[in-house]
């Protein structure tokens, strides 16, 4: 059952998602997919390529940006800022839950000039606490 959180008019998160997801997306109205969940993390998850085939095959853009366990570095960042620039439209970001998703996104409109606060609180109306991820979010706008 596919997932997707809105956190505003550009972007929703969501858990993995599947080829087969790919026509529900767009039919969402999504013109773009970022995926941040590296290829086999979890056994049995499908493949980046076969969603970037299913995207592309449908008309949607695809980027990937895994993020590990390790965290989160600045050209990850900047490489979000510039996936959703580039969309001319919403996109849908997916990991294992979301959260990266939802955590790279408030990164990259933080290293932009965005205001933390609100960016905070448009994760908790898409279910994800943010509070944590706070002091990284003030040291990017810090360096953008």
């Known amino acids: 059952m596919l997932d997707i959180r809105p956190i505003d008019a550009t972007i929703s998160v969501?858990?993995?998602i599947a080829p087969e997801d790919i026509a529900a997306i767009k039919a969402a109205g999504f013109v773009a997919?970022?995926?941040?969940?590296?290829?086999?993390?979890?056994g049995g998850?499908?493949?980046?390529?076969?969603?970037?085939t299913a995207a592309e095959?449908?008309?949607?853009?695809?980027?990937?940006?895994?993020?590990?366990?390790?965290?989160?570095?600045?050209?990850?960042?900047?490489?979000?800022?510039?996936?959703?620039?580039?969309?001319?439209?919403p996109v849908l970001a997916f990991c294992r839950s979301g959260t990266r998703s939802c955590n790279l996104w408030a990164l990259?409109?933080?290293?932009?000039?965005?205001?933390?606060?609100e960016l905070t609180a448009k994760g908790a109306g898409a279910g994800y606490n943010l509070t944590n991820l706070r002091p990284l979010m003030d040291a990017v706008a810090q360096q953008g």
Do not use: W
């Not at 997919?33 to 979890?42: G, K, L, M, S």
């Not at 998850?45 to 970037?52: E, K, M, T, V």
């Open 33 to 42: 997919i970022v995926n941040n969940r590296p290829d086999d993390e979890e």
């Open 14 to 16: 969501a858990p993995q």
């Open 45 to 52: 998850q499908p493949s980046g390529d076969a969603i970037r």
């Open 108 to 117: 990259a409109q933080a290293s932009l000039g965005a205001d933390r606060d």
């Open 57 to 89: 095959d449908a008309g949607l853009a695809y980027t990937a940006i895994p993020i590990t366990h390790a965290g989160f570095s600045q050209a990850q960042v900047v490489a979000m800022s510039e996936a959703l620039a580039n969309a001319n439209g």
